[in-house]
Every structure is written in C-alpha cells, then in structure tokens.
C-alpha cells in the first residue's frame, strides 16, 4: 500500500503538466480558429465592397483575366488619394500594361504610390482565394429576370432587428434554385423565415432561402445537393405574409456572422443565363 500511495504521489505533478499542456493545446487551437473566423469575416465584407458593376464590366472587357482590372481599379478606389487627374493616369498606365499581356503579378509599379500596389495586391488574393465572383463557381437563385434592390442592414420590426439577406421579388410559385454545391441542412417552418431550406455550401457557408411557397419534395436534411437544383417555389409564408410573394436570400459565415450577399447576386445573375444548366426536370 504505501508503495503504491508513494508512486501515484509522483507522478502526480506529471499528471498535471500534461493537463496544463493539454489545455494550452485546446485554447490556443481554440484561438487560432475564433482567428480564422474573424479574418474570412473581414476578407468577406472586403469582397462584397467591391463594385458589381466594376466586376461585370471588367468581366465583359477580358473575360480571361478580369481579376487584374478589378485589383487594379479596386486598388486605386481604397488608397488615400483624392487626385482625380494622378488616379487616371495610373489607372491608365497599369491598364495598359494589363491590354499588352503583362500579367498583374509581374506588373511594372515603378513611380506608382506604394498604397495603391499593396491595396490592388490584397485584392487580387482576395479574388484568387474566395471565387464568388468567378463565372460558373456560383448561381443566381431565379432563372428568369427579377427585381432586387440593397436592403441588407434596413430595419426589421419597428428596428428591433435588421434585414440579414436580399429580397428578390417576382411572382408566386416561381422555381429557386441551388447557388452552389452542398447539402441540405434545415428544410421546414420556422417563425420569421415560414416555408424556409437552409443549404451548407461545400465553401462552409450556409445558404438561406425562405418564404417558399412550396419546398421539394425530393429534398431531405442531409442530402447533397448540386449548384442549379430546385429548391422550392417563391412565396410569402412566414412574416412575410403582408408583403408580395419575394426569396429571402442570406448568406451567413460558420462563425455566425451574416454578410451582405447583394454585390455577389448582381454578378452571379449576370453569368448565370450563360453557364449553368437549371435542374428543373431532376428535383420537380
């Protein structure tokens, strides 16, 4: 017995270095992740900053590289300087180079604002890292042409809360479609949301589609589901009973944190008559 008594007391100060240790490992990977969830917030509201118009334009202009004009022209817009006449020689100088076949990660900035090269350089990343805008990565929900506005932050309940989503509006029992790839993770009723499907793109992002009329039979939690299949119809159930028939769309991060989807909408309606094929015949 005291043998026994003697060797547990030894190793007692074992014991708890390797919980201390154990903790220091928990908390800091713990850390590390509430991190990444707070930087992929800010690289998010960076990107849906970004002007759609900038993004379809410059789409339209070189549909091959069309991330170079945007860095180039966003990197401008974000740097401190207010001469119109400079911002437009520099924009011409770089443009030019880009026109010539230059690739933006070997352009010349020799004699151009350092702000400028470091604002269009974190851009360019941004673009490279999260594809929302890249033609054929995602989908406007609504095959036929709608009218949405920017609501996101507008008031809710006499201000009690704020709109999280975009409003797109046409008529009832018009089909919505899956944006993205992933699999189904809510499909019900709930209070706000009435007739609702919540989808968890592969990118980890939650996708919500609410005041459906009707939902897809064919759609069960769980599920995978592709970019371009049917979620439901368009409705106005759930609080949205005194308000005409309209798709609440909202993209909310893993971290909890909803983010404005209007800008990626704009540009993904643009590419989407184009690029993707809608699976109406599979999931009606």
């Known amino acids: 017995m005291r043998a026994t008594r003697f060797i547990s007391i030894r190793f007692i100060p074992l014991l708890l270095l390797l919980f201390v240790v154990g903790i220091g490992?928990?908390?800091?990977g713990s850390r590390s992740f509430f991190m990444n969830d707070m930087i992929k917030a800010k690289d998010y509201a960076k990107l849906a900053s970004i002007s759609p118009d900038l993004i379809i334009e410059c789409q339209?202009?070189?549909?091959?590289?069309?991330?170079?004009?945007?860095?180039?022209?966003?990197?401008?817009?974000?740097?401190?300087?207010?001469?119109?006449?400079?911002?437009?020689?520099?924009?011409?100088?770089?443009?030019?180079?880009?026109?010539?076949?230059?690739?933006?990660?070997?352009?010349?900035?020799?004699?151009?604002?350092?702000?400028?090269?470091?604002?269009?350089?974190?851009?360019?990343?941004?673009?490279?890292?999260?594809?929302?805008?890249?033609?054929?990565?995602?989908?406007?929900?609504?095959?036929?042409?709608?009218?949405?506005?920017?609501?996101?932050?507008?008031?809710?309940?006499?201000?009690?809360?704020?709109?999280?989503?975009?409003?797109?509006?046409?008529?009832?029992g018009?089909?919505?479609?899956?944006?993205?790839?992933?699999?189904?993770?809510?499909?019900?009723?709930?209070r706000l949301g009435g007739e609702r499907v919540g989808i968890r793109g592969k990118d980890g992002n939650y996708y919500y589609y609410a005041h459906l009329d009707k939902i897809n039979e064919k759609l069960a939690v769980g599920d995978p589901i592709k970019m371009g299949d049917l979620i439901g119809t368009m409705g106005n159930t759930g609080d949205a009973l005194t308000t005409p028939d309209h798709l609440h769309f909202g993209i909310e991060l893993p971290n909890g944190k909803w983010v404005n989807p209007y800008a990626w909408l704009k540009v993904w309606e643009h590419n989407s008559d184009s690029t993707i094929v809608f699976n109406v015949v599979n999931k009606s």
Not at 25 to 28: D, N, V, W, Y
Not at 138 to 157: C, H, M, N, Q, V
Not at 176 to 186: L, P, Y
Request: proline residues 4%; positive net charge.
């Open 174 to 190: 018009t089909p919505i479609f899956c944006v993205c790839d992933g699999f189904v993770e809510k499909s019900g009723w709930n």
């Open 25 to 28: 490992i928990f908390l800091f």
């Open 60 to 172: 339209k202009k070189s549909p091959n590289n069309w991330q170079d004009y945007v860095a180039v022209t966003v990197g401008i817009q974000r740097t401190d300087n207010t001469n119109e006449k400079t911002n437009k020689k520099v924009r011409e100088a770089l443009y030019q180079q880009l026109d010539n076949g230059i690739d933006f990660k070997v352009l010349n900035w020799t004699s151009i604002d350092k702000g400028i090269k470091k604002n269009a350089q974190n851009c360019y990343k941004l673009l490279e890292r999260y594809p929302f805008y890249t033609p054929g990565k995602y989908l406007f929900p609504i095959k036929i042409k709608s009218y949405y506005s920017d609501t996101y932050g507008a008031a809710r309940e006499g201000g009690n809360r704020q709109h999280e989503g975009t409003d797109i509006f046409n008529e009832k």
